[in-house]
């Protein structure tokens, strides 16, 4: 069982910068894949970043590449997602997830854990 907490959203003007944070607990991180997906109102959860036990970066986007960097602490359990000059377009909810499995997948439904979400708002 994996519990997973994120936290770190908030408004911010266009261009700025948040960085994510996911506390994990109840199995230690270092063991499997985490992931960042986000969604906005009206649309799917989408992929947005993973990161494997040996900080493997997979993004969704170039774009995301070049303005998010995803990155882990496996001695505090936690994943992070450092997201730079950001836009409107980002504004969403962003999710932490776990994946146990050991074939990358970026589709939601194959995620094995969740948190709750942490609500990013990007102000024109």
């Known amino acids: 069982q994996v519990q997973l907490e994120e936290s770190g959203g908030g408004l911010v003007q266009a261009g700025g910068s948040l960085r994510l944070s996911c506390a994990a607990s109840?199995?230690?991180?270092?063991?499997?894949?985490m992931a960042w997906f986000r969604q906005s109102p009206g649309k799917e959860r989408e992929f947005v970043a993973a990161?494997?036990?040996?900080?493997?970066?997979?993004y969704d986007t170039d774009s995301m590449k070049g303005r998010f960097t995803i990155s882990r602490d496996n001695v505090k359990n936690t994943v992070y997602l450092q997201m730079n000059n950001l836009k409107p377009e980002d504004t969403a909810v962003y999710f932490c997830?776990?994946?146990?499995?050991?074939?990358?997948?970026?589709?939601?439904?194959?995620?094995?854990?969740w948190g709750k979400g942490t609500l990013v708002t990007v102000s024109s």
């Open positions: 109840g199995r230690a991180s270092r063991d499997y894949r």
């Open positions: 997830a776990a994946d146990l499995a050991v074939a990358l997948s970026t589709k939601p439904g194959d995620m094995d854990y």
């Open positions: 990161i494997d036990p040996g900080s493997v970066r997979i």
